[in-house]
């Protein structure tokens, strides 16, 4: 099945400096990569996903890519503000799952510094 | 945004107890639910695939005669955890996607892979 590794576990930077959370996925043939972030005892709240066929995507301060050769896929997020702190988790699609369920990364905490 | 609501949010109980926690799909009919295990400071650990009207699929190293999973309609789906030890305390997610409802419901809100997620269970065994 999809193994997702993702780093760093702790990331920890300059209130309006940029942050980069990088994965890899082991099975080729996963097609869709969502972005999750989580904040303390709360649900994980998709931020932003990219699908096989497309490159890079970007929403405003959130940007993602994804190299389908070397099967990494990065989340940037630009002009961080304190309320980007939270975990984020990527994740991939199954695609040997009858039911598309998805594998997620270990998750990254990210601290923004004011 | 499709909403997926979870009761109860907090449950605590005593070791040796069964405790249920339900999952619904208020914004559409899921036949399929997935419900997730996270400890403290960890990531989503998938349990198992909740099917509506069939046996539930369950991870590898997930005892499903510990795990209850029951899918008896098209918007609720209840995991119970029987004789819940202390080691079982942790946040229970249950999540679906438009992508799995049935005809005859709402509207998809979204891309069909897009998991929506429950607000989460937190189970602690005394």
């Known amino acids: 099945g999809e193994n997702v590794e993702q780093h760093p576990s702790t990331l920890s930077v300059q209130e309006g400096d940029s942050a980069v959370i990088k994965c890899t996925y082991s099975d080729s043939a996963s097609n869709y990569f969502p972005w999750y972030k989580q904040e303390l005892g709360k649900r994980p709240q998709l931020i932003i996903d990219?699908?096989?066929?497309?490159g890079e995507k970007k929403d405003q301060r959130i940007a993602v890519t994804l190299n389908k050769t070397a099967k990494h896929f990065s989340l940037h997020i630009t002009e961080t503000q304190p309320e980007d702190s939270a975990v984020y988790f990527c994740?991939?699609?199954?695609?040997?799952?009858?039911?598309?369920?998805?594998?997620f990364g270990s998750g990254t905490r990210l601290s923004i510094r004011p | 945004g499709a909403v997926v609501s979870q009761h109860p949010s907090r449950v605590i109980c005593k070791s040796g107890t069964s405790v249920k926690i339900e999952c619904r799909s208020l914004?559409?009919?899921?036949?399929?639910m997935f419900w997730y295990r996270q400890f403290p400071k960890q990531s989503l650990m998938l349990m198992a695939t909740?099917?509506?009207?069939?046996?539930?699929?369950?991870e590898q190293g997930v005892e499903k005669d510990k795990f209850l999973i029951n899918h008896a309609s098209l918007t609720l789906s209840t995991l119970t955890v029987t004789s819940a030890h202390p080691e079982d305390s942790s946040f229970y997610i249950c999540s679906t996607s438009p992508a799995y409802a049935s005809g005859g419901g709402k509207t998809p809100l979204a891309s069909t892979d897009t998991q929506y997620f429950g607000p989460g269970t937190r189970l602690t065994v005394l």
């Open positions: 914004d559409f009919q899921a036949t399929t």
């Open positions: 994740a991939a699609s199954d695609p040997y799952s009858s039911a598309s369920k998805i594998i």
């Open positions: 909740s099917n509506e009207g069939s046996k539930a699929t369950y």
């Open positions: 990219i699908r096989s066929n497309v």
